[in-house]
């Protein structure tokens, strides 16, 4: 080897120790959630997106995870909503949520509202926009956490313990199953000024059933409707 071969080795070498490193970009921030399923028993606990948008391996164990549990199907959920809750969950400081309602499919949706009060007919749960959740404690003011950022819907249900979000329109609302059986004097009041019509079959003062309270409701809807035309 010569000695111009050695020189220009040798220079190489010098470069390469004094050249500064590549720098690697770091990776973009990761935002993270932590779920328990409650009717499947299963948890997610990971990143879901970063600064870029959803990761797809993520949304897609999201997807099996959110799904319907009566049947089994799934569908691709919305970022957004786990957003939404996320944002929530940091806001009150919770670590975990309980998933009590996530994908429901048609089928799924029209047998609940059949059997469950409250139970909205176009339900955004039917198209991977919502999740109805649990906290460990706080959940009253997680409820009004989610109502100041105005991201979506929020659905209050003190009784049964839980919260509505969803990320379509802005909306609040409130449903207590108690509040609806004190609304029978104002419902009397309604129908006495506008059609005349009776309550509901078989009440006789207590608890209403499941099927009493939705026929409360839609009384309560037409009688205000007749109301407001008086």
Same mark, same amino acid.
């Given at each position: 080897m010569n000695r111009r071969h050695l020189l220009a080795l040798g220079s190489a070498s010098v470069f390469s120790v004094l050249r500064p490193a590549l720098a690697v970009p770091p990776a973009p921030p990761t935002h993270r959630i932590a779920l328990y399923n409650a009717h499947t028993g299963e948890s997610f606990d990971g990143p879901y997106r970063d600064d870029k948008g959803p990761l797809a391996g993520a949304?897609? &164990? %999201?997807?099996?995870? %959110?799904?319907?549990?009566h049947s089994g199907a799934r569908i691709p959920y919305d970022v957004a909503v786990l957003d939404f809750l996320a944002a929530t969950m940091d806001a009150v400081g919770?670590? =975990?949520?309980t998933i009590l309602s996530a994908y429901r499919t048609p089928e799924t949706n029209a047998m609940l509202a059949r059997t469950t009060f409250g139970v909205a007919d176009n339900s955004q749960h039917m198209y991977g926009r919502a999740?109805?959740? =649990?906290?460990?404690? =706080? %959940? &009253?003011e997680a409820m009004q956490a989610a109502r100041a950022m105005h991201r979506g819907g929020v659905g209050w249900y003190p009784t049964s313990h839980f919260m509505h979000i969803d990320s379509g329109p802005v909306r609040n609302w409130n449903l207590d199953g108690g509040g609806f059986d004190s609304l029978l004097f104002r419902l009397r009041m309604l129908i006495a000024r506008s059609s005349g019509g009776t309550l509901p079959a078989g009440h006789t003062g207590g608890p209403l059933n499941v099927r009493q309270r939705l026929a409360l409701h839609r009384m309560i809807a037409k009688a205000e409707f007749v109301a407001r035309r008086h």
């Open positions: 949304m897609d &164990e %999201l997807s099996h995870f %959110l799904r319907d549990h919770a670590t =975990r949520a999740l109805d959740v =649990r906290l460990d404690g =706080r %959940l &009253e």
